[in-house]
């Protein structure tokens, strides 16, 4: 993928759009007849660059576009410094860079910073979580905040961490809602072939999604010996986390294995509720599996941690339990069983809030009308 948009190839060097957007990974060349085939959710990325108007660069576009000392880059300090590269180079045909991580953004900001002191280009930056020793290090020592136009959290604590650490004006840091595709994670209608991927499990079924700090060992303790199933879907595109599953002795009632996006939503289809089991963290893991199964219309039980309570509303789109204790999260789950129709009215009221104002669409609305506020 070149600078220009994967689907404009008219040989100018001079882009017609004013935003690159950055996409820390290499894009499938299928994947548009993926998500019109519906073997796939629309991506986020492709859906801000409709909305924006914006270039896409990856992985691939970024090697194009540096070449060999890009290649040296990408092998001495990693692809996500050779994506920053590529955008800084880039940085006179665009009025706002927009990346999709501090991992591009970090790095981006201190070649701003310390490459081309009268910069010009405009940058927002999306922020995962910056409370970690290495990033705070870096935003400590070289003040990364004076070339990151706008910081838009998907967690609350993130913000309040930020603005509380650096003289960054608050208006800069921007709490926004994180998103699902709420038409692809639709609860039907559905033919009776796509929901016999679980066929042979015990009723009721409920499932847990994930890779990224999520405490598995704690669900199987709390799920042992109970009368129902637990389907744990332990993988994840983007999360190089460890599957905690692993060494840990699995009941029988308790089934690990890996899906497709396609058959994940089977998945949710076919379970009562998701449990999200999740070790303390202090930004947004897990949100991606809770909007899917919010958008399905299902309850979630969640572990109550200090990045994850902005999306899950307790006892209105389901419940949440304290971290590392097996027996609370087994009574939610008891009681969510036992009464199936509290479950269904929390998981209505999931989807209802989905639609409301955490769907893909208004996602990208609300990150268009702060691009057009840190561009004007």
């Known amino acids: 993928m070149a600078l220009n948009n994967p689907e404009r190839r008219d040989g100018h060097h001079q882009p017609a759009n004013q935003v690159l957007l950055t996409v820390s990974g290499e894009i499938d060349p299928h994947i548009q007849a993926k998500i019109a085939n519906g073997q796939r959710p629309q991506a986020d990325y492709i859906a801000m660059a409709d909305e924006f108007g ?5 992985y691939q576009g970024a090697r194009r576009q540096t070449g060999r000392l890009g290649r040296w880059i990408e092998a001495l300090l990693g692809a996500n410094l050779m994506l920053a590269w590529a955008c800084f180079k880039a940085r006179h045909r665009y009025r706002v ?13 201190a070649m701003l910073k310390f490459l081309a002191p009268a910069r010009r280009v405009r940058h927002m930056m999306i922020v995962h979580i910056l409370s970690v020793r290495k990033k705070t290090i870096l935003m400590d020592l070289f003040h990364l905040w004076t070339h990151i136009d706008r910081f838009l959290v998907y967690a609350t604590w993130q913000q309040d961490y930020i603005r509380n650490r650096w003289p960054i004006p608050p208006y800069k840091v921007v709490f926004t809602p994180f998103m699902v595709d709420s038409d692809f994670f639709s609860p039907g209608p559905w033919e009776a072939g796509e929901l016999t991927l679980l066929a042979g499990l015990k009723q009721p079924i409920l499932c847990a999604v994930g890779l990224e700090f999520r405490d598995y060992p704690t669900l199987i303790e709390a799920v042992r010996g109970v009368d129902l199933s637990v389907v744990i879907a332990a993988a994840s595109p983007w999360s190089k986390r460890a599957d905690t599953t692993q060494g840990t002795q699995i009941p029988e009632n308790v089934r690990v294995q890996r899906f497709s996006q396609y058959e994940l939503r089977a998945v949710y289809q076919a379970s009562a509720f998701l449990v999200m089991p999740l070790y303390p963290v202090d930004f947004q893991a897990g949100v991606t599996a809770i909007l899917e199964a919010m958008s399905m219309s299902k309850a979630v039980i969640c572990t109550r941690t200090p990045g994850q309570t902005d999306v899950v509303l ?11 204790d097996p027996a609370a999260l087994r009574a ?5 069983i036992a009464d199936p129709q509290k479950a269904a009215r929390m998981g209505a009221n999931g989807r209802r809030r989905v639609i409301e104002n955490m769907n893909l669409a208004q996602y990208t609305r609300r990150l268009k009308s ?7």
């Open 54 to 58: 914006a270039d896409l660069i990856d």
């Open 332 to 336: 939610a789950i008891l009681d969510l």
């Open 314 to 324: 307790e006892d209105h789109t389901g419940l949440y339990v304290p971290p590392g």
């Open 97 to 109: 860079i927009f990346t999709d991580g501090e991992q591009v953004g970090l790095p981006l900001a």
């Open 370 to 376: 702060i691009l057009d506020e840190v561009s004007g």
